[in-house]
């Protein structure tokens, strides 16, 4: 029954219910709201955001610059429907070089600074450092909760689901985003993203999401059950061939000559493999290869193009079964020094060693 379809509002609907019942167990959390009605994960972001944080209140991140979707629905890149058009500060503090947190310079700042929200992201985005542990996550948490312990902790955990045994939400962040498309998803979720965390937080997501009043009681699944609830079952299977696949790719670039980020044999906390290439033109050959070897429109060539989001022209290569899923095989950049492939995913260790071992051969050419 919980498979069955709803249109129109949505309301009263068994399967959606169930269905965020069972994220808010596997994330251990109070409430969740997982809505196909969200876009991507951006959207779960950006709803979260938007809920949590009133004019005068501020934002703090305190790993670095975060993705380039979010620069401008915070306001890093002028928007008139910016958090910072609305009236919420914001302020980061960049990551050590050794890619930890600047623990010293959070605390003091926490210490003298009213903060709402605090945001970190687990994954690396566009960056070449290391993707933050569960681990130093905890331990960034601990020690804030010693100076405030109402300030808000939100951690975007794109592509870092079932990497680790335990999530942000098992070490104390309040509110938690993802996208159905990505590792949770499994591979069958079709559009949609998550939010997890405390019931009063999702509370406000969802009426933002929506509409005061409304909140979670409407959107329908419109058939989507099944998938966000199969795919589940699947991702931890889907997630470790994506692992697998990026330490094959690692292993395999860094014997060419070709700096890798993370090595084959270092921990990992999320599914992306970063090739440096150093070159325009190889960067988008190794893109190109791996749509070349897609087992979904391997006929199509792709170009750097003006993504929205984005500040850079950006290709990406996602011959997927469902449009831009990046827990299937893809690879994408934005084209910019040094010129990184980013690469995620893989359905199938199989069919994604095949796919770099295709593109390895397009950087290599006439040379091997």
Not at 32 to 51: E, I, M, P
Request: aromatic fraction near 8%; proline fraction near 4%.
């Amino acid at each position: 029954m919980h498979f069955g379809k709803t249109t129109g509002y949505g309301y009263d609907d068994p399967g959606r219910e169930v269905i965020e019942k069972i994220y808010a167990d596997i994330f251990n959390t109070e409430d969740s709201l997982v809505r196909v009605q969200f876009v991507n994960g951006t959207h779960a972001l950006s709803t979260s955001l938007k809920a949590l944080l009133m004019p005068n209140d501020e934002l703090l991140a305190i790993s670095g610059r975060p993705y380039d979707t979010l620069c401008e629905v915070i306001g890093i890149t002028e928007n008139p429907l910016s958090l910072k058009s609305y009236g919420v500060k914001y302020s980061e503090i960049e990551l050590l070089e050794n890619c930890n947190f600047d623990k010293k310079k959070i605390i003091d700042y926490i210490s003298k600074t009213k903060v709402k929200v605090i945001h970190i992201q687990r994954s690396k985005g566009y960056a070449l450092r290391k993707s933050l542990y569960i681990s130093d996550i905890k331990e960034m948490i601990e020690e804030i909760r010693k100076i405030d312990t109402k300030v808000i902790i939100m951690v975007d955990n794109c592509y870092g689901e079932f990497v680790e045994k335990q999530e942000p939400t098992d070490v104390g962040a309040d509110i938690v985003c993802g996208s159905l498309i990505k590792n949770i998803g499994g591979g069958l979720c079709e559009t949609g993203a998550y939010i997890v965390g405390r019931k009063d937080l999702i509370k406000l997501c969802a009426q933002t999401l929506t509409c005061p009043g409304i909140g979670k009681e409407c959107g329908a699944t419109l058939d989507q059950n099944r998938n966000i609830l199969q795919g589940l079952f699947l991702a931890p299977s889907v997630v470790s061939n994506a692992l697998k696949s990026a330490v094959f790719a690692s292993r395999l670039l860094e014997n060419l000559g070709f700096e890798v980020y993370p090595k084959f044999n270092e921990k990992r906390s999320d599914i992306i493999q970063a090739i440096k290439l150093n070159d325009e033109e190889l960067l988008i050959k190794f893109i190109q290869g791996i749509q070349s070897a897609s087992p979904v429109d391997s006929h199509v060539i792709p170009y750097p193009w003006d993504m929205p989001g984005y500040s850079d022209k950006v290709i990406m290569a996602a011959g997927t079964f469902i449009d831009g899923a990046s827990i299937e095989l893809s690879a994408d950049s934005p084209i910019r020094e040094p010129y990184v492939a980013y690469m995620q995913g893989g359905l199938t260790y199989e069919s994604a060693k095949i796919a770099i071992c295709v593109a390895v051969d397009k950087i290599l050419g006439d040379n091997h």
